[in-house]
């Protein structure tokens, strides 16, 4: 063989190589960022190759780069705002969900266009996983509110953690995904249960302005409690379950499109890892 083709031979080989590892660049960066790599087409007057049946497998440690596993800080006490710009707030619902209110709660939420958070107790959300998965397709945040709805600061660490654990199970089976947040029912906290939720990955939220709906006191007073309390960063509580949640759903229907008139961007919240 001449040497001019042995030289155009090394250089094709060359060429070859080069564009297996460029191949294989363009996969991590799809697989970092989630977006796919441009590819161009033949040039005019080429036919387009057929994919090769065989594929060239990575070798083992040649794979894209893992990510550090996300870690949540133990608090000391539960996040009450929520950062943001603007005139952001965040409309959280409890013990959910209940087939005879949840849904029309969904449907206002939908109607304008705007997500809340729903703390659901787990006895009810594993027999409404429809809805779970509804909240989740569109948009909104599912939280662990435990399994039934106990005073915490009673328990021990092990049923604390029976409590949430059974919880995030049910969410995930319904939403694909564990919950990142909780609430402790009744707003009873402790150390235990700041450790354990930071364990299984969920960040503390309490709230900032309370409805008082569970007491049924009439739909204009919780309207006029959101109204007054309506401010940037803050939380507002209202339940979906738990008893007779109608005036509930009938102030939403009330105070919702007059916080979007006003200028207030209803919003949730992102996790911030450490």
């Given at each position: 063989?001449?040497?001019?083709?042995?030289?155009?031979?090394?250089?094709?080989?060359?060429?070859?190589?080069?564009?297996?590892?460029?191949?294989?660049?363009?996969?991590?960066?799809?697989?970092?960022?989630?977006?796919?790599?441009?590819?161009?087409?033949?040039?005019?007057?080429?036919?387009?190759?057929?994919?090769?049946?065989?594929?060239?497998?990575?070798?083992?440690?040649?794979?894209?780069?893992?990510?550090?596993?996300?870690?949540?800080?133990?608090?000391?006490?539960?996040?009450?705002?929520?950062?943001?710009?603007?005139?952001?707030?965040?409309?959280?619902?409890?013990?959910?969900?209940?087939?005879?209110?949840?849904?029309?709660?969904?449907?206002?939420?939908?109607?304008?266009?705007?997500?809340?958070?729903?703390?659901?107790?787990?006895?009810?959300?594993?027999?409404?996983?429809?809805?779970?998965a509804r909240m989740?397709?569109?948009?909104?945040?599912?939280?662990?509110?435990?399994?039934?709805?106990?005073?915490?600061t009673r328990l021990?660490?092990?049923?604390?953690?029976?409590?949430?654990?059974?919880?995030?199970?049910?969410v995930e089976d319904?939403?694909?995904?564990?919950?990142?947040?909780?609430?402790?029912?009744?707003?009873?906290?402790?150390?235990?249960?700041?450790?354990?939720?930071?364990?299984?990955?969920?960040?503390?939220?309490?709230?900032?302005?309370?409805?008082?709906?569970?007491?049924?006191?009439?739909?204009?007073?919780?309207?006029?409690?959101?109204?007054?309390?309506?401010?940037?960063?803050?939380?507002?509580?209202?339940?979906?379950?738990?008893?007779?949640?109608?005036?509930?759903?009938?102030?939403?229907?009330?105070?919702?499109?007059?916080?979007?008139?006003?200028?207030?961007?209803?919003?949730?919240?992102?996790?911030?890892?450490?």
């Amino acid at each position: 063989m001449k040497k001019d083709q042995l030289l155009t031979r090394r250089a094709a080989l060359l060429a070859g190589a080069g564009a297996v590892g460029a191949a294989a660049t363009a996969g991590v960066l799809t697989a970092v960022t989630g977006d796919a790599p441009a590819r161009s087409g033949p040039a005019a007057g080429a036919q387009a190759r057929r994919p090769s049946a065989y594929r060239l497998q990575p070798l083992t440690g040649y794979g894209p780069p893992r990510a550090a596993p996300r870690r949540t800080l133990v608090r000391r006490e539960p996040l009450l705002r929520v950062s943001g710009r603007g005139r952001a707030m965040v409309l959280t619902f409890d013990d959910g969900p209940d087939p005879r209110y949840t849904p029309d709660i969904l449907d206002t939420l939908a109607e304008y266009d705007v997500r809340a958070m729903f703390f659901v107790c787990g006895e009810k959300a594993a027999d409404s996983r429809e809805l779970l998965a509804r909240m989740a397709d569109e948009g909104h945040v599912v939280g662990n509110h435990t399994w039934s709805h106990p005073l915490l600061t009673r328990l021990t660490r092990r049923q604390i953690r029976r409590e949430m654990e059974r919880t995030s199970d049910v969410v995930e089976d319904a939403c694909g995904e564990r919950p990142e947040w909780f609430r402790a029912p009744y707003g009873a906290w402790n150390r235990a249960t700041f450790q354990i939720g930071a364990e299984l990955g969920m960040e503390p939220l309490a709230w900032t302005v309370d409805t008082l709906d569970w007491t049924t006191p009439g739909t204009r007073s919780i309207v006029k409690r959101v109204e007054n309390g309506a401010a940037p960063g803050v939380v507002v509580l209202s339940h979906d379950a738990g008893g007779d949640r109608s005036q509930s759903v009938r102030a939403l229907r009330r105070y919702l499109p007059g916080l979007l008139d006003s200028g207030y961007r209803v919003t949730v919240p992102r996790r911030h890892y450490a």
